[in-house]
């Protein structure tokens, strides 16, 4: 996920599975459009080496695009895995990897919705509102295959529930209306010489 404010640097990382792999390679980024952008991504059942390595390439791509999370597909690659490094509403860091992500989302009176800006690397240089719930949780597998479990609020909870879409195919322009979709587009189209194909790489 992209976002538009520049956070300011943060001292404490929260970590609780382990910090993120490092010593990857950074990658183009692929867009919105191609057709593994928009299909349910193949579960992990394997973690080995190649998927540490997928997901240091995705950390280092991630950081080269200043985003604050990025889904696999994002790469090219049909696997159901995102990495995150994202502030919550009290400006704490926290950075994870995710395989096989499952959403729970507050319901009842608990459901608030949070209509700030949000962007995606995969459709870069546009934001508009994207309403959803103002807190989310994601249980899933971390890259050793034991489970793992993120919660959070402001722009974590955006970030969990943009990425996880990831893994299901979709992404956030099939959340808008027409009429913000084109709003998007236009910005999306105004910034095109800021990204070329092979952006960030
Ligand atoms: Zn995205």
Known sequence: MATGSSEPAQETVHAPFGPLPSGGSVRPITRWGMPVMHTAQ???????????????????????????????????????????????????????????????????????????????LSFPGAFVGCARPDYATVDGLGLDGEP????GDGLLAKCLQHETDHTN???????????ARKKLQKQHDAAVDEFPADWPA
Do not use: H, I, Y
């Open 42 to 120: 193949q579960k992990v059942t394997v973690f080995d080496d190649a998927l540490r390595a997928l997901a240091a390439d995705m950390v280092a791509t991630m950081e080269a695009a200043d985003g604050v999370g990025l889904a696999a597909c994002q790469v090219g690659e049909d696997v159901a895995m995102f990495v995150f490094d994202c502030p919550d509403e009290a400006g704490e860091r926290w950075v994870g990897v995710v395989c096989n992500p499952v959403l729970t989302l507050p319901e009842g009176k608990d459901r608030r919705l949070d209509d700030s800006d949000e962007g995606c």
């Open 148 to 151: 793992v479990r993120f919660s």
């Open 169 to 179: 195919g979709t992404v956030f322009g099939d959340r808008l209306s027409a009429r």
